[in-house]
């Protein structure tokens, strides 16, 4: 009986030695699982702690350029107390009454010319350009372009004392240049938006939120051929420009919160070459637009025109010609600190352009020139890193680091590249369109470079090809596209809708819509169309 207790009593002790066995495996997997969450946890801590301290370093240079903001506000107060109380042409009460006058273009007079001089000439700079309340700036500003309105000084001595004191305040801001192009500087960087996370909101949704359009107004646009660019002012949201193929740019004043809008000025931007505007762009400060050309035959590629200025200056061209050939085909200024745009070419060229300090006068520099095979058609920047992004008609979507002087990351799909749009909520959120049908409209994450995360589109019924003057715009909060298309309609999608197709299409205009965008601050969609109409559809 004893053998067989014994035979009993080693298989379990077999059995114990293969569960320790088990045991110190298992406990040895949990502490390298543990040591490697402890390592990344402690770079996450790192990491932190390196953001921390680069923002409190930048919330102390902030502080600085505030206060160095506001001493400068006073002295300015403080000269201007001084001079209107001694000077000699002060009133009973101590001070000289003045008219200012804002630098918005809506307030440029076209009246008659002694109404003009009759006018205070003292213009100062806004400090917030951005409109906060329209109504009331439209209605003083459509007094001065219809003639009507505005005080008559009662004699030609004050009116010239009132001049005296326009010329030194003038000088005195011409002093302060340098100054307030930094204050510019931080102001633009203190206006930007915060980022919000869109991405993981695509293709959630298995039903789309439909945008209601109410009521669509057609206006003739004046254009002597078709419409070929629309862009609104990012300052005043009361105004926009179109261009067209017959060279010329029209100023526009949207009117009765958006129920029609009013020419304010047409002005001749063609080229020495006779070319017209391939593309336009705002720039940031909204008193000027800047137009794009051609390079063959020695031509002008960039023009500035200065909607505060009269007479012959008012269009200008660059000296500077760094493109070699052929159509530049996009421009948009980056949403940086330091003022700056880029242009894209038929030379397969992408072109930095850097504001110097004389007035007028920018430096260009070629970012790259062999990273297409094929004219770059379309170019933008992202917000938080200092990336150009460039797509061009040999399929390829590049992103250059402008900080580091080469490429990020480069990217292949399976059609040619029309136009790059980020988006304005999401920092790591960009469009591409593409030459696909039904999926003509591509979204990527920057972090993932190239990863495709939507491709969507809508089909044509009136033509096969696709252009490349068609375009899309980004709705205010990043969640909605607009597109043209060869039809008269406008295409809308919403990012959050998992289908292919639009979320809904609007009917709009008689001939092929080229763009459709949305309004800042009204319920709006502006477009244009082959049709040489404008139209305003309330949504």
Same mark, same amino acid.
């Given at each position: ?20 066995? !088990? ?10 699982? &543990? ?21 409190? #370093? ?94 008559? $000084? ?12 326009? +010329? ?33 909101? *695509? ?44 060279? $010329?740019?029209?100023?526009?004043? *949207? ?34 637009? &800047? ?49 700056? &745009? ?41 917000? +938080?890193?200092? *990336?150009? =992004? ?11 680091? !402008? ?5 990020? &990351? ?9 136009? !790059? ?6 920092? $790591? =959120? ?38 490349? =003057?068609? $375009? ?48 800042? #601050?009204?319920?709006?969609?502006? #477009? ?12």
């Amino acid at each position: 009986m004893k053998a067989p207790s014994k035979t009993l009593k080693k298989p379990k002790v077999e059995e114990e030695e293969n569960g320790e066995e !088990v045991e110190e495996t298992t406990r040895e997997e949990q502490e390298e699982a &543990f040591l490697a969450l402890i390592e990344h946890r402690t770079r996450e801590v790192e990491h932190l702690r390196k953001r921390v301290a680069y923002y409190q #370093s930048e919330l102390v240079q902030a502080e600085k350029r505030l206060e160095d903001s506001q001493s400068k506000l006073a002295r300015l107060r403080g000269q201007q107390i001084v001079a209107s109380s001694s000077g000699p042409f002060a009133t009973t009460n101590g001070h000289v009454k003045v008219e200012r006058r804002s630098t918005s273009p809506v307030h440029i007079n076209e009246g008659s010319k002694s109404q003009a001089h009759s006018r205070t000439e003292l213009v100062i700079p806004s400090v917030n350009q951005k409109i906060s309340q329209p109504l009331k700036s439209v209605g003083s500003s459509m007094k001065t372009i219809n003639g009507s309105g505005g005080e008559e $000084n009662p004699s030609t001595s004050s009116n010239s004392a009132t001049k005296v004191n326009a +010329e030194k305040s003038a000088r005195r801001s011409s002093n302060l240049g340098v100054g307030e192009i930094k204050d510019r500087e931080a102001k633009r960087k203190f206006e930007q938006k915060e980022h919000k996370e869109l991405i993981p909101l *695509i293709r959630k949704a298995s039903s789309p939120c439909t945008v209601h359009c109410h009521a669509s107004t057609y206006i003739p646009s004046q254009h002597k051929r078709k419409l070929r660019s629309l862009a609104l002012c990012p300052v005043n949201d009361q105004l926009f420009v179109t261009s067209a193929l017959d060279g $010329n740019i029209k100023l526009w004043q *949207i009117q009765s919160r958006g129920s029609s809008a009013s020419s304010l000025r047409l002005d001749n931007c063609t080229s020495p070459g006779q070319r017209w505007p391939e593309d336009i762009a705002w720039h940031p400060q909204g008193d000027c637009v &800047f137009s794009t050309y051609a390079a063959d035959s020695g031509d002008s590629q960039i023009s500035i025109l200065k909607l505060n200025t009269q007479g012959k200056g008012r269009v200008t061209f660059l000296e500077d010609k760094p493109h070699s050939k052929g159509i530049i085909n996009s421009i948009a200024f980056m949403p940086w600190e330091t003022t700056c &745009f880029v242009t894209g070419g038929s030379d397969h060229a992408v072109v930095v352009w850097s504001e110097r300090d004389v007035e007028n006068s920018w430096k260009p520099k070629t970012l790259h020139k062999n990273l297409h095979s094929s004219a770059v058609m379309g170019v933008a920047a992202m917000q +938080e890193k200092q *990336i150009v =992004l460039s797509a061009g008609a040999d399929k390829r979507i590049v992103g250059f680091d !402008v900080h580091v002087g080469r490429a990020d &990351f480069k990217h292949q799909i399976d059609s040619k590249c029309m136009s !790059v749009l980020p988006n304005p909520c999401d920092f $790591n =959120l960009f469009m591409v369109q593409a030459g696909t049908h039904e999926k003509q409209l591509r979204l990527f994450d920057i972090r993932l470079r190239q990863t495709e995360i939507h491709a969507f589109g809508w089909k044509q019924e009136s033509s096969d090809s696709h252009s490349a =003057l068609i $375009n899309q715009a980004w709705s205010p909060d990043g969640l909605y596209l607009t597109s043209g298309s060869a039809d008269p309609v406008i295409h809308i999608f919403d990012i959050r809708y998992n289908a292919q197709k639009p979320s809904q299409s609007i009917t709009a205009h008689q001939k092929r819509v080229f763009k459709a965008e949305w309004h800042s #601050s009204l319920p709006l969609l502006i #477009s244009i169309s082959s049709d040489l109409t404008v139209g305003l559809h309330k949504i």
